[in-house]
C-alpha cells in the first residue's frame, strides 16, 4: 500500500507535465523530423565544401606520359603496373593474346564503376593507339588489332581511362585543362571531398618562383633543393631516391675521339663518386626494381689505374687508325643544364685530375651541333624496352650508338611475349650496352617535395 502512493504521485506528474508542456514537446519532435528529412535528402543535393590543393609538377607531360607517382591520383587503367614494373588487372580481370601476339582481347571486370555511379562498359572506352584499331565484341570486350606483335603493349592500356574526356574511375574526374601547345599547363581534378589543382613549370627555377609568388602550395618531383635557410621554417622539405630516373653522361659517338670505346671505358673508370652524395648508384639504362634488371653488368667503380692504361690504349688506336696525334692534352667540352652544373663540375674534375684531360663544363639548354658530352636526368620507361633511346635507327638516339647485337636483341624484346625470354633478352642488351660505354650511367637521383607550412 505505501509502494502505491509513490507510483500514483509520479504518474500524476507526469500527466501534469506532458498537458502542460505538449506544445513544446511536439514542436522537438517536428524539429527532429525535419533535420532527418533535411540531412539525408536536401543536403546532399547542395553544393559541397571540398579542401583544395595546388601542386606543382617540372617537366614537359601530356595526359599519356604523366610521372608514374601521378597516374594513380588521375584515375585507374584497365591495367596497373607492380613495382617491379610487371602488368597486374585493375579495371580489367583478365586479357587473351591471339594471331602470335598482334591481337588482344581484354575483359572487363564485372562489377567496376565510373565514379559517377554508372557501370563501366567497354563502348565509354576511347582509346588512341597508332596502329591500333579498336572494336568491342560485347559490352564486357575489347579488341585490339596491332599491326605486328608489341610485347610493351599491355603497359600502354595502365593509362587512366575516362568517359567523355572527363569522368573518371578512381577517386578523381578530370574538371579543367589548360595546355601550353602541345603539353599540359594546368590540370584540375574534382573528387567527393578535395580538389587538386596541378600547375606544369619548363624548370625547376620557374616552379621554384611560382611557389614563391603563392602559385602552389606544394613541389613535387623536383631534381634539385632550391631552398636557401630563410626558407627552412615556412616549409616541409622531404627526399626520396627516384630509381625510375638515373643521371647519365651521354656521349656523341659521331665525335672522332669519343667514337672510341677505350676512351670512353677511361672516362667511365675516371669518375670518383659517381652516386655523388646518395646511394643510389645507377648501373644500366633500366631500373633495379625492374624484373628486367641485370646486377652483374660492369660497374666502372673508380679505377684510376685502369683509367689511365685504357687512355694510352686510346693515344695507340688513334696513331693506329692514322688520326692526328693530340697537341696537348686531350680537350672535352661536357654540356648540362644549370640544376646539374655542380655534378657536372665534379665529373669534370675528376677526368682533370685523373686523366690529366682539359675539360671545360657549360650550360646548355638543348643539344647543339657538334656536341661531345652531356649531363642529363632520364626518366625510364616503364617497361625495359629501351628501343627508341638505344636503337640505331631511331633519332631519339641521341649518342647515336650503333650495335648489330644490340639492335638484334632491342627488336626480339619487341616481338616476344614470353617473359623468360624477355628478361634474358634484356639483361643480354645491359650487358653489351653497359660494356661498349656510349654513356655512363651514375645515380639515380634524390627527388625533394617541398610543402609550405
Known amino acids: 500500500m505505501n509502494l502505491v502512493k509513490p507510483v500514483r504521485r509520479f504518474w500524476w506528474w507526469c500527466q501534469s507535465f506532458l498537458k502542460k508542456q505538449q506544445k513544446l514537446i511536439f514542436s522537438a519532435g517536428l524539429a527532429g523530423i525535419l533535420l532527418f528529412v533535411l540531412l539525408n535528402n536536401v543536403l546532399p543535393l547542395l553544393p559541397q565544401f571540398k579542401s583544395k590543393k595546388s601542386l606543382g609538377i617540372v617537366g614537359q607531360y601530356t595526359l599519356n606520359t604523366l610521372p608514374r607517382q601521378l597516374t594513380p591520383t588521375l584515375g585507374r587503367g584497365l591495367f596497373r603496373l607492380t613495382d617491379s614494373g610487371e602488368v597486374s588487372a585493375d579495371l580489367a580481370q583478365g586479357y587473351q593474346l591471339a594471331d602470335n601476339g598482334s591481337r588482344y582481347l581484354v575483359y572487363l571486370s564485372p562489377e567496376v564503376f565510373w565514379n559517377d555511379g554508372t557501370p563501366i562498359i567497354s563502348r565509354d572506352l576511347a582509346f588512341d593507339l597508332p596502329e591500333v584499331t579498336v572494336s568491342y565484341p560485347d559490352e564486357r570486350t575489347i579488341e585490339f588489332r596491332l599491326t605486328q606483335p608489341y610485347s610493351p603493349f599491355l603497359t600502354l592500356l595502365t593509362r587512366p581511362v575516362f568517359k567523355d574526356k572527363t569522368i573518371g574511375a578512381g577517386e578523381y ?208 620507361p616503364p617497361d625495359p624496352d629501351q628501343h627508341a633511346l638505344w636503337h640505331s635507327t631511331q633519332p631519339t638516339n641521341l649518342t647515336h650508338y650503333s650495335d648489330l647485337k644490340v639492335d638484334k636483341l632491342l627488336e626480339d624484346g619487341r616481338q616476344i611475349s614470353d617473359q623468360a625470354r624477355r628478361r634474358e633478352i634484356y639483361q643480354d642488351f645491359q650487358r653489351f650496352l653497359v660494356e661498349d660505354s656510349p654513356a655512363i650511367f651514375l645515380s639515380h637521383p634524390v627527388t625533394y617535395t617541398i610543402t609550405r607550412k
Open 173 to 380: 574526374s578530370i574538371k579543367t585543362i589548360s595546355w601550353q601547345g602541345p603539353y599540359l599547363k594546368r590540370l584540375r581534378l574534382t573528387g567527393k571531398n578535395q580538389e587538386l589543382d596541378y600547375r606544369f613549370y619548363l624548370s625547376n627555377p620557374a616552379a621554384w618562383l611560382g611557389f614563391r609568388l603563392g602559385e602552389v602550395d606544394r613541389l613535387e618531383n623536383l631534381i634539385i633543393n632550391p631552398l636557401n635557410e630563410s626558407w627552412q621554417n615556412k616549409v616541409e622539405v622531404t627526399g626520396n631516391l627516384n630509381r625510375q630516373a638515373y643521371l647519365v653522361v651521354l656521349f656523341n659517338l659521331t665525335d672522332g675521339n669519343l667514337a672510341n670505346k677505350s676512351l670512353r671505358q677511361a672516362l667511365a673508370y675516371a669518375i670518383k663518386n659517381k652516386s655523388g652524395d646518395t646511394a643510389g648508384r645507377a648501373l644500366s639504362p633500366i631500373s633495379p626494381d625492374s624484373w628486367a634488371f641485370n646486377p652483374n653488368v660492369k660497374p666502372y667503380n673508380y679505377n684510376p689505374q685502369q683509367a689511365k692504361t685504357l687512355l694510352e690504349k686510346f693515344e695507340q688506336e688513334s696513331s693506329a687508325g692514322g688520326l692526328p696525334a693530340q697537341a696537348g692534352r686531350l680537350a672535352l667540352t661536357l654540356g648540362t643544364s644549370a640544376s646539374f652544373l655542380e655534378l657536372a663540375e665534379a665529373v669534370a674534375a675528376s677526368w682533370q685530375e685523373t686523366l690529366n684531360l682539359q675539360v671545360s663544363v657549360k650550360t646548355v639548354n638543348s643539344i647543339e651541333p657538334g656536341w661531345q658530352a652531356i649531363l642529363v636526368a632520364q626518366e625510364i
